[in-house]
Structure formats: structure tokens, C-alpha cells
């Protein structure tokens, strides 16, 4: 079953809405989450690290203030697309983080239209 | 840093047929570990298979294999016996194991296409 669980699995709202994106490991805990960005028919482009109990690592060329990032707890780390425009409109996805020789897991995604 | 190459944006096979799919890479790591997953058009990403770097024997799971060849800095997934159900991205991914990086880095896809 999974083991990484991400909500909701496809968001549409109108622009300049805020939109926040749930990843939940299920049965254990990721002190470290990431979130990915993938265009159509393109390849996963890493956005962020999510540390527990610490800011995000941002990779170079994503805004911080455009994509908020939350990892309060060891099982939860929230995405939030702060005044989304259509140009935001994109797949995410996460994954967590379970150690050197596990595979990272991954959520189903969550695809975001803004109209 | 690291990079991973796949050079077949496509590919079909015959059911029932193996199919390899390339993935060279570029590290200057010493240590590292080797993926592939799998993206159907639903969209989820599916583990398939892992290769660390010190790791001698070339990984299996099921029909799926990895041809590590370290030398070369290559490490192909076979698939063998495909099924219909197999059409779908396949990506290649890496990461350091001696780093404090944990992030994967993904190559651009092979989309593979099994025909009846």
C-alpha cells in the first residue's frame, strides 16, 4: 500500500487564490520531504527540501514567497502556492525521505489548474 | 553535481519481448545509488528498482534488472517479458550517499510503448 500520501490529487481555482498541498508519510517518520514540479511531458524538477523543525532549501530560481513551505511535524510537510496565477499551473508532487539505501517514496501528485 | 542522460525520449516493444532503457550519468561522488521508476499516465511514481554504487551484483526485482556498468557510468533497466501493462515514463534518477544531499536528480523520461 502507500506509504506516502498526498492531498488533494487535483485542484481548480480562479487566480490569485492560495493553494495548499498536504504530503503525509504513512507509516513512518520523514524527518526530510521534497517537493517536485513537473511541466507535460517533461522531467521532475526539484522545488524544495522540507526539513522538520526547520526552514525549507530552496533550489536556485524558486520563489519563497510563492511556494510556502511547512514541515511541522514528522509525518506532514505542506506545500502552499501563496497567489496562484495561471503560469503556477503545473503537476506536484512530493516524496519523503527514509533513509540511505530506501527508495524515496513518492505521493500520487497533485495536479494544480488556475483559471 | 550530478546528472543523469536517458537518450530515448521514446521506444516501443513487442509483448512478451525484453526491452532495455539507457541511463548514463555523471557524478564526481564516490558513493551514490542508481533508481528507476516508473510514471503510468495517472501520474503516481513507482519504485522499481535500486543500484548502489559499491553494490557488486547488478540489482533484479522481478522482470526488471539493472545493468550497472560502472566503468561506463551506465545503468540500463531491462524489462523482460513486457506486458501492455508496462507502457508508460520510465525515469532514471540518482542521489549522493555521502553527501548531506538527499534530493533525487531525474533524467528526461523514456516513454515506452508495448504493442500487442
Known amino acids: 500500500g502507500a506509504v506516502v500520501s498526498q492531498h488533494p490529487s487535483w485542484v481548480i481555482c480562479k487566480s490569485g487564490t492560495s493553494v495548499k498541498i498536504e504530503c503525509r508519510s504513512l507509516?513512518?517518520?520523514?524527518?526530510?520531504m521534497f517537493w517536485y514540479r513537473q511541466f507535460p511531458k517533461q522531467s521532475l524538477m526539484l522545488m524544495a527540501t522540507?526539513?522538520?523543525?526547520?526552514?525549507?532549501?530552496?533550489e536556485q530560481g524558486v520563489e519563497k514567497d510563492k511556494f510556502l513551505i511547512n514541515h511541522a511535524s514528522l509525518t506532514l510537510s505542506t506545500l502552499t502556492v501563496t497567489s496562484a496565477h495561471p503560469e503556477d499551473s503545473s503537476f506536484y508532487i512530493c516524496?519523503?525521505?527514509?533513509?540511505?539505501?530506501?527508495?524515496?517514496?513518492f505521493g500520487d501528485g497533485t495536479r494544480l489548474s488556475i483559471l | 553535481a550530478q546528472k543523469i542522460t536517458q537518450t530515448q525520449p521514446g521506444m516501443f516493444v513487442q509483448e512478451k519481448e525484453a526491452v532495455t532503457l539507457d541511463c548514463t550519468y555523471d557524478?564526481?561522488?564516490?558513493?551514490?545509488?542508481l533508481f528507476w521508476y516508473k510514471q503510468p499516465s495517472s501520474g503516481e511514481m513507482i519504485f522499481l528498482i535500486y543500484?548502489?554504487?559499491?553494490?557488486?551484483q547488478n540489482a533484479t526485482e522481478g522482470r526488471y534488472s539493472l545493468n550497472f556498468q560502472k566503468a561506463r557510468k551506465s545503468a540500463n533497466l531491462v524489462i523482460s517479458a513486457s506486458q501492455l501493462g508496462d507502457s508508460a515514463m520510465y525515469f532514471c534518477?540518482?542521489?549522493?550517499?555521502?553527501?548531506?544531499?538527499?534530493?533525487?536528480?531525474f533524467g528526461s523520461g523514456t516513454r515506452l510503448q508495448v504493442q500487442p
Open positions: 516524496s519523503a525521505y527514509r533513509g540511505d539505501n530506501q527508495p524515496q517514496h
Open positions: 507509516d513512518f517518520q520523514a524527518t526530510t
Open positions: 522540507s526539513n522538520e523543525g526547520s526552514k525549507a532549501t530552496y
Open positions: 557524478t564526481s561522488d564516490q558513493s551514490y545509488g
Open positions: 543500484q548502489g554504487s559499491y553494490d557488486e
Open positions: 534518477a540518482m542521489r549522493p550517499m555521502d553527501t548531506g544531499r538527499r534530493a533525487l536528480t
